[in-house]
């Protein structure tokens, strides 16, 4: 039986181990928050971002910030109509509206003047979805929300290690919101980041964070209003801290992975994750699309996969295709994706052989 193939797993090395073990034996009392507050700057720091709040998911992150923007009920939030559903959930939450609108054909990202059309007085906020790593246009949507008035909000949870130009992916919004879930490039097991240059939304995002309690509230058990429990832990943290230091290998392993891929699979009808002039991808999830009108049967392919103990996995739906929403077929491009679309293995121990196998198999379907 061939050795499986996982399609992520999270890179752990002694010194996640040793911080953890650090975390259980002292990190309770006094130090309960240790960990969590050299997380927070640490990864502030790697982003060039003055604010971050470490949080238990991703969705948690988006969830506070949106609230702390004022999102609420007959508000209308709008975002790209392919990704998974954590970042259109928050926006429910609130009692708001989500408005989806079709992507680019070559980022899988927010389409700009889409995005402009879709503006009504109701329109709070726009999130900007960096799919599988692949930057949105920022500048683009940033000027459009300038000129509206309208936040531009980065789900930045795909795209650790992403950057236009100097600027990282996260970095560039009103604020951005990462994932640390054991799937990712770091990983805190599970766990989320809220990053922002913003003071006030920084202080008002803290304030959610802990039950409506502000830092400056001087009464025991008094909270000031109405909020939320989404804290990491410190166990989590320590991981996190440790993971941050060995950032730049985590990234250039994901990179490797992603660029024996494209040497290996160039010359086929498909398309790896677009990077584009002054792009760089993370690569988290190395993601191929098939040509349009290319014979092409993706559920052979991961078939295959399965029967020589590979994990594969589809791209995301269109979310206007799931139940809770309203169907937008005349979104080309996104229900253009799906069916054409697969991610790739990409853990960091993925070694030479490996990925040789995995592309036989792809070579195999398309060649």
């Given at each position: ?112 003047a889409r995005v402009e059309a879709a503006i009504t007085p109701a329109t709070r906020a726009i999130i900007a979805v960096h799919l599988y790593g692949n930057l949105c246009d920022m500048d683009a949507l940033l000027e459009i929300g300038a000129r509206h008035g309208i936040p531009v909000i980065e789900d930045a949870a795909e795209a650790i290690g992403s950057r236009l130009g100097d600027r990282r992916a ?198």
């Amino acid at each position: 039986m061939s050795e499986r193939i996982h399609y992520t797993l999270p890179s752990i090395t002694e010194l996640e181990i040793r911080y953890v073990e650090d975390a259980i034996r002292n990190g309770w009392g006094e130090r309960c928050y240790d960990y969590i507050k050299r997380f927070e700057t640490t990864f502030a720091e790697h982003l060039g971002v003055s604010y971050a709040i470490a949080t238990s998911s991703c969705t948690g992150a988006l969830h506070m910030g949106l609230a702390a923007l004022g999102v609420g009920p007959g508000d209308e939030v709008i975002l790209g109509d392919i990704n998974w559903i954590a970042s259109a959930a928050p926006i429910t939450y609130l009692g708001a509206r989500p408005v989806f609108v079709d992507v680019l054909a070559d980022s899988w990202c927010l389409d700009p003047a889409r995005v402009e059309a879709a503006i009504t007085p109701a329109t709070r906020a726009i999130i900007a979805v960096h799919l599988y790593g692949n930057l949105c246009d920022m500048d683009a949507l940033l000027e459009i929300g300038a000129r509206h008035g309208i936040p531009v909000i980065e789900d930045a949870a795909e795209a650790i290690g992403s950057r236009l130009g100097d600027r990282r992916a996260g970095s560039m919004g009103a604020f951005g919101a990462f994932s640390f879930h054991g799937t990712k490039t770091v990983t805190t097991g599970e766990g989320g980041l809220f990053v922002t240059q913003d003071k006030t939304l920084f202080e008002r995002v803290l304030t959610l964070s802990n039950h409506g309690r502000a830092a400056t509230q001087s009464k025991q058990f008094w909270p000031d209003l109405l909020g939320f429990k989404y804290k990491m832990s410190n166990l989590q943290a320590a991981v996190g801290c440790a993971q941050v230091e060995r950032i730049d290998e985590l990234i250039a392993g994901k990179r490797r992975i992603f660029e024996a891929y494209r040497q290996r699979l160039h010359d086929l009808p498909l398309r790896l994750n677009p990077e584009g002039p002054g792009r760089v991808n993370g690569c988290w999830m190395p993601t191929a699309v098939v040509e349009e009108g290319v014979p092409f049967d993706r559920e052979a392919l991961l078939a295959d996969f399965k029967a020589d103990h590979i994990d594969g996995r589809v791209f995301f739906w269109p979310l206007s295709q799931l139940p809770m929403f309203e169907p937008r077929p005349e979104h080309r491009v996104a229900y253009g994706l799906q069916g054409r679309g697969f991610n790739l293995p990409s853990y960091h121990a993925l070694d030479e052989a490996q990925i040789d196998r995995v592309c036989r198999i792809v070579r195999r379907h398309l060649a």
